[in-house]
């Protein structure tokens, strides 16, 4: 999803460098406790879009960091936004693409990463971009600590078998599956945060699905 190219946006982003990281160099480590000002547990959502999601769970744990990793300037200062009239001091905004994820994150340095409607890439020839595909599990399981884990939603059946068969491939681990999240029961769907596309897609009826998976510990 392309977002159309917002002015106000790019110089927002351009104005917080202590807040958005862009395109960082991939030859050099980000030091994120800096970042932070504190070593608090981290968690990454990939494609974080205008960001519902991440800023909500940023304003209910203040006690764990959360980074934004996005590909679009406009996305980036829409979130960088929500953050600022927020106080999220927990949430930083990493400006650049998930194929980079194991540079731009330590080797064991995450808790949950985060893969929330994803682009669903459906030719076949472009299997490489979704980012469930082998490649980019790889990057995954070097940058989350042994314990820690993937939580992916999508509205997009092609896309979710495709992700289950990948991750099934690699040797994944299913803690949960779900083909219809907003039907499970009441004290799953009350901990949900829904994403943008999640509430358009559900208010439309269509089904979300979703998972929990882990990387042999
Ligand atoms: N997660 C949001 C939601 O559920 O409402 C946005 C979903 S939107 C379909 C996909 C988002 O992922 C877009 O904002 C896009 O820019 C971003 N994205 C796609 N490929 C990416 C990549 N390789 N690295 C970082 N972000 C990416």
Not at 14 to 34: C, G, M, T, Y
Not at 126 to 153: A, C, D, M, N, Q
């Amino acid at each position: 999803m392309r977002l159309r190219n917002k002015p106000w946006a790019v110089k927002l982003v351009n104005d917080h460098p202590e807040s958005v990281l862009q395109n960082p160099d991939p030859d050099k480590k980000i030091d994120w406790a800096e970042r932070f000002g504190n070593d608090h547990p981290i968690e990454i959502e990939v494609g974080s879009g205008k960001g519902h999601f991440i800023t909500t769970l940023a304003e209910m744990h203040p006690d764990k960091n959360y980074v934004a990793l996005e590909l679009q300037t406009t996305a980036a200062g829409i979130i960088l936004r929500t953050k600022l009239e927020k106080g999220l001091d927990n949430l930083q905004i990493l400006r650049g693409d998930a194929a980079d994820i194991n540079s731009f994150f330590g080797k064991n340095t995450t808790d949950v990463i985060y893969l929330n409607f994803s682009d669903p890439w459906p030719k076949t020839r472009h299997e490489k971009r979704r980012l469930t595909y082998k490649s980019f599990l790889s990057k995954y399981e070097e940058v989350l600590k042994p314990e820690g884990h993937i939580e992916f939603k999508t509205d997009n059946s092609g896309l979710f078998a495709y992700s289950v068969q990948s991750m099934n491939n690699y040797g994944m681990f299913f803690d949960f599956v779900s083909v219809d999240l907003h039907h499970e029961k009441p004290e799953i769907v009350e901990k949900n945060i829904e994403t943008e596309y999640e509430h358009k897609f559900a208010a439309k009826g269509n089904p979300i699905y979703a998972l929990h998976a882990h990387f042999e510990t």
